[in-house]
Structure formats: structure tokens, C-alpha cells
């Protein structure tokens, strides 16, 4: 079971954080990950390397948008 903001989806062998995003949560479709913070199982990753990450099948996944502000 992975959890995407809370929300529990089931596992495929080798389905990426990508493809994840783009079937399951219309808010996130064909999203670029640039401007939001990426954080899997505690770890933050890159815009870069957000999309192409496979997912084990036990992930807490939460995609933030970034804000800027001072």
C-alpha cells in the first residue's frame, strides 16, 4: 500500500512516483514536480529525481507545494 497526502493506493511492481501521480490524483496530473517539495518516507528528493523514483510498495509519500516567502 502506498499513501500519496494521506490517501492509500495500491502497489504495481515498478509503477514510478511519476506515473503514480498522473493516474491516481487529478490534482497532481502531468504535474512537472517543479515548485513543490517531494518528501518519500522522510526523504526530500529533487524535482529531478521525483518523477522517475519506484515505488517499493510501502511509501508515505507527501508532495507540498513550495512556498516562498520571507
Do not use: C, W
Request: charge should be negative; glycine fraction near 12%; proline fraction near 4%.
Amino acid at each position: 500500500m502506498i499513501r500519496l497526502n494521506g490517501i492509500e493506493f495500491d502497489h504495481e511492481p515498478g509503477l514510478t512516483l511519476g506515473e503514480l501521480a498522473d493516474r491516481y490524483s487529478g490534482a497532481y496530473r502531468k504535474l512537472s514536480f517543479d515548485g513543490f517539495v517531494v518528501i518519500v518516507d522522510g526523504l526530500a528528493l529533487s524535482a529531478d529525481q521525483a518523477p522517475a523514483r519506484i515505488l517499493d510498495g510501502d511509501e508515505e509519500i507527501f508532495i507540498i507545494p513550495a512556498l516562498d516567502g520571507g
